[in-house]
């Protein structure tokens, strides 16, 4: 069974950092091409960040102009979100995402294999 859990979350201040994690199992990690998506509420979600089974190869929607970085440990079944000088329009829920295909990652409308249940993020004005 495969699971996909993020970590993370919480409140802070505009200005501020966080990280978010995404654990994986009962999946070859190393095959899956992964991303971070973000969503509020009567919204669409937005691609934040995606990367390549290597980690060579990242994908931006062009949303966060260089303040966050995604990475991957693909010896732990663990993505990440470095996320910095957060703005208070960046306040949604933050979901992991994963895929063998990259197209099928980070091409609208977003239909990956599997997601994660998200994990909320508030940045404080």
């Known amino acids: 069974q495969v699971q996909v859990v993020e970590s993370g979350g919480g409140l802070v201040q505009a200005g501020g950092s966080l990280r978010l994690s995404c654990t994986v199992s009962?999946?070859?990690?190393?095959?899956?091409?992964m991303g971070w998506f973000r969503q509020v509420p009567g919204k669409e979600r937005e691609m934040v960040l995606c990367?390549?089974?290597?980690?060579?190869?990242?994908s931006s929607a062009g949303v966060v102009e260089g303040r966050f970085t995604i990475s991957r440990d693909n010896s732990n079944n663990v993505l990440y979100l470095q996320m910095e000088r957060l703005k208070a329009q960046e306040t949604a829920m933050y979901y992991c995402?994963?895929?063998?295909?990259?197209?099928?990652?980070?091409?609208?409308?977003?239909?990956?294999?599997?997601w994660g249940q998200g994990t909320q993020v508030t940045v404080a004005s």
């Open positions: 995402a994963a895929d063998r295909s990259w197209h099928a990652l980070t091409s609208s409308p977003y239909k990956p294999t599997y």
């Open positions: 990367i390549n089974v290597s980690g060579g190869y990242t």
């Open positions: 009962g999946l070859t990690f190393g095959e899956y091409a």
